[in-house]
């Protein structure tokens, strides 16, 4: 089994001192491969680094709670570190209405200059949306964009068929597995599309509820995503080995990861 973890930030602080086994323990869990989430200029050429050192991937962008700080010099930075072999996805970028760090006009134009660069650039987007539908979508759709993931779902069928019209891929996270707000993920998986589907563990955020232990510090790290992949599998009905093989090839499909690769990775690690 080789499983993808298309969203982990592990630039955060609380990984600061041990990365390595972090990584360890994620193959040693299967989880073959990993995205590192970029959320800011300097997050995301740490994400590279990071990336380059430890044999992962990146992408490369600006959180919506960042796009105060967006200026004229971001998107010619976020350009040069798209360049980098390692980055797969122009973001985290998206719109989040829910905290409202920034104020909404700064959110969508830091958004909708990041779809550009992404659509010249022909790289798939990692997009945020919280509280923000149907303002997001629209903007999507005005902007012809296709080859995207949603990453972190937790809203409503509504906003889930907009995506799935506008023919995004849809990253669930340990939120399916919180038994005060994430219940409905449980139906609404099943309308997503099994070419679709993408999991993640949004590490260190959104530990599994129901996972017993509790990690300490409920610290979340890619090594916790098979528990995710169960909870999903027995949502869908579906064997997890099947999950797995089917998110994994979607996960290689729009990120341009090379499946053969990934897999090596893992049978080298499973030999090891
Ligand atoms: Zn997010």
């Not at 080859?147 to 995506?163: I, N, P, Q, S």
Request: hydrophobic share 40%; net charge neutral.
């Amino acid at each position: 089994m080789h499983l993808t973890d298309i969203g982990a930030n592990l630039t955060h602080s609380s990984f600061h001192d041990d990365l390595d086994a972090v990584a360890t323990r994620a193959r040693a869990a299967n989880v073959g491969t990993v995205i590192i989430t970029g959320t800011t200029v300097l997050e995301s050429r740490l994400a590279a680094e990071i990336a380059d050192r430890l044999d992962l991937y990146c992408t490369a962008g600006v959180h919506p709670h960042h796009a105060r700080d967006f200026g004229e010099q971001t998107v010619t930075e976020l350009r040069k570190l798209s360049l980098h072999p390692r980055c797969v996805a122009i973001g985290e970028c998206g719109l989040d209405f829910n905290r409202n760090y920034s104020p909404h006009p700064a959110q969508e134009k830091c958004f909708i200059s990041q779809l550009e660069l992404a659509l010249h650039l022909g790289k798939p987007l990692f997009l945020h949306s919280r509280d923000a539908h149907p303002r997001f979508a629209q903007i999507l759709r005005t902007h012809g964009v296709k080859k995207a993931v949603a990453h972190c779902f937790t809203g409503e069928a509504d906003e889930l068929h907009a995506y799935l019209e506008l023919d995004l891929y849809i990253g669930i996270t340990g939120w399916i597995c919180d038994e005060r707000r994430g219940t409905h993920l449980l139906r609404l998986v099943r309308d997503i599309p099994a070419d679709r589907l993408l999991l993640e563990t949004d590490s260190p955020y959104l530990t599994p509820r129901d996972m017993k232990p509790q990690p300490k510090a409920r610290r979340n790290e890619p090594a916790f995503l098979p528990h995710i992949l169960k909870t999903v599998a027995r949502a869908l009905g579906r064997p997890p080995e099947e999950v797995a093989v089917q998110t994994t090839r979607n996960a290689a499909r729009l990120f341009g990861i090379d499946e053969s690769r990934a897999s090596t990775t893992a049978q080298r690690t499973a030999a090891a």
